[in-house]
């Protein structure tokens, strides 16, 4: 029993890894190619720009916005803090984070909305397993066959991913026990970001609240 017990605590702990890596490569795959290049005066306007988003942590207005979704009232609190020469729009991009430890034969449903999608990734802890097999609505997105207890699974599920409920079923053979976390990240923007225009995109992250993770990325799409 108390090994059993640390191998459900070691999985977990691997499975907050992968949720900090993957804000991480959120940020060096979506972010950091924006950002190269840039000129003096275009980085002068994002010091700005993160300065105002500071100044809106503080007083605690941009938690409010960022947890509430609220991209008009942040878009409104922009314009009041910077130059109105700044062409820009805002955006939210949240991370729903869901996990269970269970057994046996499983399924569950999730939201999202596939337009406003930027990933979703299932990772799962085997903790004693034999022939998994994963299906998202229907189709699958892992089979494997013999025993698998002791091993992890990371599977993306963005492509899989439709609007509106979505289903995820595990079978097994035998009793099964396993640990898993969905994360659906998803973006709302306030407003369409102009094309043939070079954008560049100052973002804020912020962690969730009464020891929740929910990490909430504020981003401001900036162009000349």
Avoid: C
């Amino acid at each position: 029993m108390k090994a059993r017990k640390r191998a459900k605590k070691g999985g977990l702990h691997t499975i907050e890894s992968f949720i900090a890596f993957m804000i991480v490569m959120s940020f060096l795959f979506f972010i950091m190619p924006a950002i190269t290049n840039i000129s003096d005066t275009t980085e002068s306007k994002m010091k700005y720009i993160h300065g105002a988003l500071t100044t809106l942590e503080k007083n605690g207005n941009l938690r409010e916005y960022a947890i509430s979704k609220n991209i008009t009232g942040l878009n409104k609190s922009m314009y009041e803090l910077i130059p109105s020469t700044y062409n820009f729009t805002v955006g939210i991009s949240s991370v729903n984070a869901s996990d269970k430890s269970t057994s046996g034969n499983y399924s569950f449903n999730y939201s999202a909305d596939a337009g406003k999608i930027d990933y979703v990734f299932l990772d799962i802890v085997f903790l004693s397993a034999e022939d998994p097999k994963i299906y998202v609505n229907g189709g699958s997105v892992l089979s494997q066959s013999g025993v698998v207890s002791g091993n992890r699974e990371t599977i993306d599920l963005t492509s899989s991913t439709i609007t509106g409920e979505n289903k995820v079923q595990f079978n097994f053979t035998g009793t099964a026990t396993f640990d898993y976390r969905l994360l659906v990240s998803q973006t709302e923007i306030l407003e369409g970001i102009p094309d043939g225009k070079d954008i560049i995109i100052v973002n804020y992250v912020l962690s969730g609240t009464n020891s929740t993770f929910m990490p909430t990325e504020v981003r401001i799409y900036l162009w000349d």
